[in-house]
């Protein structure tokens, strides 16, 4: 009874939802637009579920000193300093604030903490991702085979293309590389996404339908 429930609540939600999709109703619509209001409110709880798991998780790796429990304690310091900020300096620096969020002449509401602590940090790990790129990139296109040897043929003229070097050698290469990206690749990458979208189905008329259990934790009623 205790997952009989909640497979019966998601069995009415999934087909309420996909009538509403094929039945543009005014009243099909009123449900659609109530619905995401209460999706919402969920969120609000499942965020404040998350932020309880964050504080349980790393106060334990920090009462316990475990290894890694100074990343804790800095994952404890901008959680907090951006919740406050964002509840009582706001997003907006020229909008009415709870709190005075400026020293000097420098505001630090909370766009200006995203901007210069986040952006940097996202930029710094991107920068450092594209070494291990280029490193798999050599292992990946060692020329084995046939198939292997295509790859890196069209990997070498999509990067020749896209750079000063390439137009400089030969004026064509930004068009043949921009013709691998828009024919084949685009070709192949919409075959993927197909095969995602069907498995997105199948798993969803499974869960909607009580065969796939996973959500409630698995197990039979």
């Not at 334990?60 to 429990?69: A, E, L, S």
């Not at 450092?128 to 060692?142: K, V």
């Not at 999509?158 to 290469?173: C, D, E, H, N, Y």
Request: proline residues 4%.
């Amino acid at each position: 009874m205790k997952q009989a429930i909640p497979r019966l609540l998601c069995l009415i939600a999934g087909v309420a939802m996909i009538i509403q999709f094929f039945i543009p109703h005014h009243i099909s619509e009123t449900v659609f637009t109530e619905t995401l209001r209460w999706v919402r409110i969920i969120s609000a709880f499942a965020l404040v579920l998350g932020v309880r798991s964050i504080v349980f998780h790393h106060g334990t790796k920090i009462r316990r000193k475990m290894p890694g429990w100074g990343y804790s304690v800095v994952t404890f310091v901008g959680m907090v300093v951006m919740a406050v900020v964002g509840l009582f300096g706001g997003v907006d620096p020229n909008a009415s604030k709870l709190l005075p969020t400026s020293i000097g002449g420098f505001d630090f509401h909370m766009q200006t903490l995203y901007s210069n602590l986040m952006v940097p940090l996202g930029a710094t790990m991107f920068a450092t991702l594209a070494f291990y790129m280029a490193s798999a990139a050599y292992r990946a296109f060692r020329a084995r085979n046939k198939e292997a040897t295509l790859l890196l043929i069209a990997a070498f003229v999509v990067m020749i293309g896209m750079v000063p070097v390439g137009t400089a050698i030969w004026s064509k290469f930004p068009d043949v590389a921009q013709w691998l990206l828009n024919v084949p690749s685009m070709a192949a990458k919409r075959g993927v996404l197909f095969g995602v979208a069907l498995g997105i189905i199948a798993t969803s008329l499974k869960i909607i339908l009580g065969i796939e259990r996973g959500w409630l934790g698995g197990g039979k009623s």
